[in-house]
């Protein structure tokens, strides 16, 4: 007992010696941190992750099958890869992993009719149902 009580007096007086008043902010080396600071913005994540790949459609397009496939589609894992704008995930979270899997599902099938052709027409498609 003797050492709860003893934490407790040791709290109080934490907070009684550290208050707000014994700080300071220093405005004049805030602003030159803003002001030397390098400011970089990409296009997107999903654009720097489909170039990383390789460029290739055809990689890019197996890449993302593979990424469906494995069970990452109900993420929107693999239309990151394709292109689309990270937004696409949140749909695909907010739908239950793209409408139960529905849609990660076609999405597969698609990519495998894609790369049968030997086109890459989903690459960049910014719709939800990137078939339609």
């Known amino acids: 007992m003797k050492k709860v009580f003893a934490a407790i007096v040791a709290v109080f007086a934490f907070v009684a010696v550290a208050n707000a008043t014994n700080y300071t902010v220093d405005e004049a080396s805030i602003d030159a941190l803003f002001t030397e600071a390098v400011f970089e913005v990409s296009s997107s994540a999903a654009t720097s992750m489909s170039a990383s790949i390789g460029g290739d459609p055809a990689i890019t397009n197996v890449v993302a099958l593979v990424v469906d496939w494995i069970g990452l589609g109900g993420l929107g ?3 990151l890869i394709l292109g689309t704008k990270p937004i ?6 907010l739908t239950v992993g793209g409408i139960f899997g529905v849609i990660p599902f076609i999405d597969g099938i698609m990519l495998i009719i894609d790369l049968i052709n030997g086109s890459a027409s989903y690459l960049d498609n910014p719709a939800f149902i990137m078939w339609i």
């Open 77 to 79: 894992i693999h239309r």
């Open 88 to 93: 696409n995930c949140l749909w695909y979270f």
